[in-house]
């Protein structure tokens, strides 16, 4: 398996616009974690999926913030509209929990965001 | 969101010397401890994990020791090396969501 794949790997916008941030996780996991890094709070837990289905979205920081996971190999997270302070790198991960516990959460290499 | 406190932010340390890095939670709920481990325009990785039912997990110069009474663990590294210089991330886990400490950029000197 080639690991947990995001795209894209860097997105500049401008104020204002939507942005599309899209993830495949490994198959056979059933959880789905997107994550947003910034040098003043570390890693924060935005939301998360278990088979397709959303958990736990009370680290949405906005209404501004959606995601969805269709199927079982793709999700996206969307901002709409994009302000200057959503700038920060977004992580997908994905983990497989079996007999109940969770074990490791594999990250794909993030999606630099840059909005202008 | 319940938290993990992490610290130091930032630690620098000699070659051959041991890193340290604590972690605290709340949750007694948590029932994995990971650490993870990031460099420069990587995702974290999965360093070294430990459950509450043992109170120290060695794995080659890492070391998890997990004290459950005072809800705290810490990340030891034996002989630290440069290649070790990264960000590490302590995290507290039960079956589904996965909380991480803010963590601490390492830097070993040469």
């Known amino acids: 398996d080639a690991g947990v794949i995001q795209s894209p790997r860097h997105e500049v916008t401008e104020m204002g616009q939507e942005v599309t941030l899209r993830c495949k996780p490994i198959?056979?996991?059933?959880?789905l974690f997107w994550y947003r890094q910034t040098m003043m709070r570390g890693l924060e837990l935005l939301i998360y999926f278990n088979n397709n289905v959303p958990i736990d979205d009370s680290g949405m920081p906005e209404d501004r913030f959606s995601a969805k996971m269709p199927n079982a190999s793709f999700s996206t997270l969307k901002i709409q509209p994009s302000e200057p302070r959503d700038s920060a790198v977004y992580f997908c991960?994905?983990?497989?929990?079996?007999?109940?516990?969770?074990?490791?959460?594999?990250f794909g290499q993030g999606t630099r965001l840059t909005v202008v | 969101q319940q938290q993990v406190k992490q610290s130091p932010q930032s630690l620098i340390v000699q070659k051959g010397g041991i890193s340290i890095i604590n972690c605290a939670y709340e949750n007694t709920a948590f029932d994995y401890f990971p650490w993870y481990q990031q460099f420069p325009g990587k995702g974290p990785a999965l360093l070294i994990a430990i459950r509450p039912d043992v109170s120290e997990k060695k794995e080659g110069r890492f070391t998890i020791s997990f004290n459950k009474s005072a809800k705290q663990f810490s990340l030891h590294i034996m002989d630290s090396q440069p290649g070790d210089s990264a960000t590490y991330f302590c995290a507290a886990s039960r079956a589904d969501k996965i909380i991480f400490g803010k963590g601490t950029r390492l830097h070993i000197l040469p």
């Open positions: 198959s056979g996991h059933d959880y």
């Open positions: 991960a994905s983990s497989f929990t079996g007999r109940g516990m969770n074990t490791e959460a594999f």
